[in-house]
């Protein structure tokens, strides 16, 4: 029976480390995108200044949230074994977090970008915000449902924190207002 439990406990370590991983890389994609695509739409840019400045923000984000994610489970992981931790039962897996949060960090930078460059140049950046709160609310009921949480509370905060972020960005593009060359 105990040896049920731990491989229980072992499993939910791994799902947990996994769930982290792809929750933030996807809230971090849709966030940063969104904030940079409405901020630099929100100064006056054309469509090809926000698509090189999103695209950009794109490349380095997937890649600063992968590097990140890689570092900070290494550390984990080298911790739990410097305290005597079987390596087959560590519960870090650097380069699974690394591309959980790569890859979702992409995909949900990919729906501010669909968003703000699509053939409604007037209302652009109301369209990416709408894209972005159906976007953020998704992320947040996914993320409750594969762990088992209360879906309202973190559709709520997915949606509350990032569209503070979000709205912050709006502000500084419009205070601006200077189209970015």
């Not at 979702?104 to 501010?112: D, V």
Request: proline residues 2%.
């Amino acid at each position: 029976m105990n040896a049920g439990m731990d491989a229980a406990a072992r499993a939910l370590e791994v799902k947990l480390n996994w769930l982290r991983a792809a929750v933030l890389g996807a809230n971090d994609g849709i966030v940063s995108i969104a904030g940079v695509v409405i901020g630099v739409a929100s100064a006056g840019a054309d469509k090809g200044t926000i698509l090189l400045s999103g695209l950009a923000a794109v490349v380095a984000g997937a890649i600063s949230m992968g590097g990140g994610e890689y570092t900070s489970v290494s550390a984990q992981r080298d911790t739990e074994l410097a305290h005597g931790k079987n390596p087959k039962n560590t519960s870090a897996h650097p380069w699974q977090a690394a591309l959980s949060s790569f890859i979702a960090f992409s995909s949900g930078a990919a729906l501010p970008m669909l968003a703000v460059l699509g053939p409604w140049d007037d209302y652009r950046v109301e369209v990416t915000a709408a894209a972005v709160v159906l976007a953020l609310a998704t992320t947040g009921f996914w993320a409750a449902k594969v762990g088992n949480a209360r879906v309202g509370r973190s559709v709520l905060r997915n949606v509350f924190v990032s569209l503070v972020t979000v709205g912050l960005s709006y502000g500084i593009g419009t205070l601006l207002g200077v189209a970015v060359l």
